[in-house]
């Protein structure tokens, strides 16, 4: 009963706060300033993205979780962009083959339960040269210490951010899924703890 109040009333309004802040949001902006057409966004979440969407025919907002999605009404109602909710997991899209110009993954990928599964399916969307942007923390390369730690505390982090996993590796499970990186930039993220801090901007392409 105490974990279902958590994840309903706390998780949300904690996510929504965490993913505002300032570094994150200037990535977001980055990635998602030359995005057009009509777009898929894996885990929509609180609507948080919405402002950075500049040429965007029609949005499909794919967030599972409806104790999240209701956090993002007012940006939702703030927004021009003509918006359809996919109340669906990304492991099961509800698109036809080969229909969306981008999709959009901002720190989303971590909590998926089975990411080649989902990867299948943004491959299975995406037109033929269609994009899918990526920002999202990543295994550390580079400190063994932290990557290592990384590991230790996956567990408990899936169970209080639903889902999510600190050593998941991006660029290969990009790579194993026959994606091609046409770009690809590693960063460390201010005001994020050092466990979650390095990560990965990248556009990739079906090879």
Same mark, same amino acid.
């Given at each position: ?46 609507? #948080?993205?919405? &402002?950075? %969407? ?13 104790? #999240? ?6 940006? #939702? ?11 669906? +997991?990304?492991?099961? #899209? ?16 971590? +909590? ?42 996956? &567990? ?18 990009? +790579? ?7 770009? %690809? ?23």
């Amino acid at each position: 009963m105490l974990y279902q109040f958590y994840q309903q009333q706390v998780f949300p309004h904690l996510l929504n706060q965490v993913m505002q802040t300032a570094s994150l949001m200037d990535k977001r902006r980055e990635l998602l300033l030359p995005v057009a057409g009509e777009v898929l966004e894996i885990g929509f979440g609180t609507g #948080i993205n919405l &402002p950075f %969407y500049q040429n965007v025919a029609r949005l499909y907002a794919l967030e599972p979780n409806q104790d #999240i999605f209701k956090l993002a009404a007012n940006r #939702i109602f703030a927004s021009n962009i003509a918006l359809q909710h996919l109340h669906a +997991s990304a492991e099961r #899209i509800p698109l036809a083959d080969h229909s969306i110009d981008h999709v959009v993954s901002t720190w989303t990928l971590c +909590s998926v339960q089975r990411l080649d599964h989902v990867l299948k399916e943004i491959k299975r969307v995406l037109k033929p040269n269609g994009t899918l942007h990526v920002v999202e923390h990543v295994l550390n390369t580079e400190n063994k210490k932290v990557r290592q730690l990384q590991h230790l505390i996956t &567990p408990i982090q899936r169970c209080l951010a639903d889902g999510c996993r600190l050593n998941r590796n991006i660029e290969l499970a990009l +790579s194993k899924a026959g994606f091609q990186l046409s770009q %690809y930039d590693y960063f460390y993220a201010e005001g994020i703890p050092k466990i979650g801090q390095q990560m990965l901007l990248a556009r990739v392409q079906k090879k």
